[in-house]
T-cell receptor
Framework: DTEVTQTPKHLVMGMTNKKSLKCEQHMGHRAMYWYKQKAKKPPELMFVYSYEKLSINESVPSRFSPECPNSSLLNLHLHALQPEDSALYLC??????????????FGPGTRLTVL | AQKVTQAQTEISVVEKEDVTLDCVYETRDTTYYLFWYKQPPSGELVFLIRRNSFDEQNEISGRYSWNFQKSTSSFNFTITASQVVDSAVYFCALSEAGAYNTDKLIFGTGTRLQVFP
């Protein structure tokens, strides 16, 4: 089962709202990722979790707060976002490095609009 | 610094034509991985292939083939007899060793392929 699921598919929020994006995988992967993708651009890495610990934060503003409750789940908590944060948010997972199979599998994304 | 260049921004072909998407990379690592992903209009990135730096064998999978040449730092992707369903944005990516046994993907800017009936 090579599937990463993300909810919700679409999200519209005001600048004062608090919302969360959810990601789940059941492939036994130990690395999980959040990416942000603006229109006509490649995905930009935001956060990486390895063995449920935050290993990379690409200088993301604190209004984005990641959480990894267990090895299958990854959340992204959103608070006081700006309109320029509107984008497609993609979650991915992979086996930890050291494995020959380090490709990242992506979810379908959450399309976020901040009003 | 690591970098991936996809010089073709957009390619348009008619169904059944062959099309090659170019990818040139830069890295100082001796061990690295290269990937191709497909992103259809629905938005999900679909993994197509992984190639490690020690394996220069070309690969064919159905209508897809990949040509990896370390001498020119290129990893090109050819679709034979293109179909409308091949219309998507294709990203080439390079993996960089990250902390705590994770990989950072360095993406190219993508090539938008449109296949017309």
């Amino acid at each position: 089962d090579t599937e990463v699921t993300q909810t919700p598919k679409h999200l519209v929020m005001g600048m004062t709202n608090k919302k969360s994006l959810k990601c789940e995988q059941h492939m036994g992967h130990r690395a999980m990722y959040w990416y942000k993708q603006k229109a006509k651009k490649p995905p930009e890495l935001m956060f990486v979790y390895s063995y449920e610990k935050l290993s990379i934060n690409e200088s993301v503003p604190s209004r984005f707060s990641p959480e990894c409750p267990n090895s299958s789940l990854l959340n992204l908590h959103l608070h006081a976002l700006q309109p320029e944060d509107s984008a497609l948010y993609l979650c991915a997972s992979s086996q930890a490095r050291g494995s020959s199979y380090n490709e990242q599998f992506f979810g379908p994304g959450t399309r976020l609009t901040v009003l | 610094a690591q970098k991936v260049t996809q010089a073709q921004t957009e390619i348009s072909v008619v169904e059944k034509e062959d099309v090659t998407l170019d990818c040139v990379y830069e890295t100082r690592d001796t061990t690295y991985y290269l990937f191709w992903y497909k992103q259809p209009p629905s938005g999900e990135l679909v993994f197509l292939i992984r190639r490690n730096s020690f394996d220069e064998q070309n690969e064919i999978s159905g209508r897809y083939s990949w040509n990896f040449q370390k001498s020119t730092s290129s990893f090109n992707f050819t679709i034979t007899a293109s179909q409308v369903v091949d219309s998507a944005v294709y990203f080439c990516a390079l993996s960089e060793a990250g902390a705590y046994n994770t990989d950072k993907l360095i993406f190219g800017t993508g090539t938008r392929l449109q296949v017309f009936p």
